[in-house]
Each structure stands twice: as structure tokens, then as C-alpha cells.
């Protein structure tokens, strides 16, 4: 069984998240901590009481946006100790998944927090703390077709996949949700990751905006710049000035390089006479 402290700077997220885990019958114990000063004081003495210590920590479930230090900030700091406590991230926010994978969290659990989905997380921290005898974890009938909750998936991964030729596979964090390729408008290089741009929002997914170029230039996507990726039918408008060429994709004006300004121009001028 888990003993857990989860840190979340608002009191009323707080107390909702510990009444969470509580119910639990995974979790042993959860004690919460409202800053960093706090929990930072209390890693510190678990590590110092030892793993089989009163005061021990197994997993610690983390807000990102607080006042001081953020989730990520005491993310790195724990790094450094020897055994330190599993991380997941609960935070609103989910833009900031690549950090935390990096960081070898557990699991991303975005806000407002599922009591199923939060389950699925401490399933993933029993998992990989090689605990057993643990409740089995039911699966909750999925809001839509498109978001289900997947079997199990080695812990802290955000993946992708093809589904079928006209969908893409996003998981973030047990979730998978099955975005339509005409439905993006242009894809985003950020490192190793691509951005995922639709009317609707945006996802990121651990994938190369080079090898989207190769498996999608059939579908209408063409490379403007190292950056970008566009589907050539979402072009609102190219400009012209001063030397420099952009284009408008909805409300998004991208730079074309010029490397591949001309090449742009020309499959342009080929699609309106086509």
C-alpha cells in the first residue's frame, strides 16, 4: 500500500485530492503540504526516517503552478536525492507534459480530476513500485467514442500512433483520444515532440515533425519552415513583405522560410487552378 503526500497550493483542491486518494484502498496514507517549504520539509524527513521509516513517502502527487517553487522546481530538486519518492503530476495545465516525462514522472493527471482517472495513476504507482495485492482498477465507460481509457501501458509514457489512414493516436497520461488529420491545421516542432494544431486546441505528441512530414505529404501537408508543418487546404492567405513570406493559417500567422517560400507559392498557384 502507497503513503502519499499531495502538494497543491489551493486548499480546496487540496482537501478534494486527499479525500481522493483516502478513498483509495491502494493508498495507506495521504497527508498534504500547501508550498514547497512544506513539502520539501517533509520529503527530507521521510528520506531521513528511511523507506521503512513512520514518516516514509512513496509517491508524492504534485501541482506545477504555485506561489514560490513550482511542481517542476521540487520535481528536480527530489531528483537529486538517492531514493527518492515516484512523481505525478496533477495540474491544470497540459502544456507542460514534456518537462515532466522528462522528469521521469509516474503519470499527468489534468484538472478537474477524475476520481477513475486519478485510480489509474496510483495503479501506475503500485505498478512500478512492484507492490501486489492491490484493488483492482474498474474501467469507466469513456465520455465519447474517441476517449478511452487504454489496458495497461508502461508507467510515465506519452506515445503515438496511427490508428487508421485518417487518424492519429494521442495518449496523455492513460488517456488516448483519436484526432481526425483534417482536422489539423498545421503541426508545431517543439524538440523531439510535434504540436498538433486544430481548430478545437492543440496536442503534443513524442513524435518528429520530420517523420509527420513523410507520412502525411500524401494528405496535403507541405514543410514551411524547420518549425512548421501546414496543411496546404487550411491556408487562408499567404503575404509578401519586404522580403519575408508568412502565411495565415485560422488566427496563426506562420514564417516560411525562404527555402521553401517558392515550392509554397507553386502549390498554391497548382491547388486554385487545379
Not at 53 to 60: C, K, L, N, P
Not at 81 to 91: C, D, G, K, Y
Not at 209 to 222: C, I, K, M, Q, Y
Request: aromatic letters at 4%.
Amino acid at each position: 500500500m502507497l503513503r502519499v503526500l499531495a502538494v497543491d497550493d489551493e486548499k480546496p483542491l487540496l482537501e478534494e485530492l486527499l479525500y481522493l486518494l483516502r478513498s483509495d484502498p491502494r493508498v495507506l496514507s495521504a497527508e498534504g503540504a500547501s508550498d514547497a517549504t512544506e513539502a520539501l520539509r517533509r520529503v527530507t524527513r521521510a528520506l531521513e526516517s528511511g523507506p521503512d521509516g513512520a514518516d516514509g513517502i512513496d509517491v508524492v502527487f504534485l501541482d506545477i503552478h504555485m506561489a514560490g517553487l513550482t511542481g517542476l522546481d521540487i520535481a528536480r530538486l527530489l531528483a537529486g536525492f538517492a531514493q527518492p519518492p515516484l512523481i505525478v503530476f496533477v495540474t491544470a495545465h497540459e502544456g507542460f507534459a514534456v518537462q515532466a516525462f522528462d522528469l521521469k514522472a509516474v503519470d499527468y493527471v489534468l484538472k478537474p480530476v477524475r476520481p477513475q482517472r486519478l485510480a489509474e495513476a496510483v495503479r501506475r504507482a503500485c505498478a512500478q513500485l512492484g507492490r501486489t495485492g492491490e484493488a483492482p482498477v474498474a474501467a469507466e465507460p469513456a465520455a465519447n467514442p474517441s476517449a478511452v481509457v487504454p489496458p495497461r501501458r508502461p508507467a510515465a509514457e506519452v506515445t503515438v500512433a496511427e490508428r487508421a489512414p485518417e487518424q492519429i493516436a494521442v495518449e496523455l497520461g492513460g488517456v488516448t483520444r483519436f484526432v481526425a488529420i483534417a482536422d489539423i491545421a498545421y503541426v508545431e516542432a517543439q524538440g523531439d515532440y510535434a504540436r498538433l494544431h486544430t481548430d478545437e486546441g492543440s496536442h503534443l505528441v513524442r513524435i518528429p515533425v520530420s517523420t509527420l512530414e513523410e507520412r502525411w505529404a500524401a494528405r496535403g501537408f507541405v514543410r514551411i519552415h524547420r518549425r512548421h508543418l501546414v496543411a496546404l487546404s487550411r491556408i487562408d492567405e499567404i503575404r509578401l513583405d519586404a522580403g519575408t513570406t508568412s502565411v495565415r493559417v485560422g488566427t496563426a500567422e506562420l514564417q516560411v522560410s525562404r527555402r521553401h517560400a517558392r515550392e509554397l507559392r507553386d502549390l498554391l498557384m497548382r491547388q486554385a487552378t487545379g
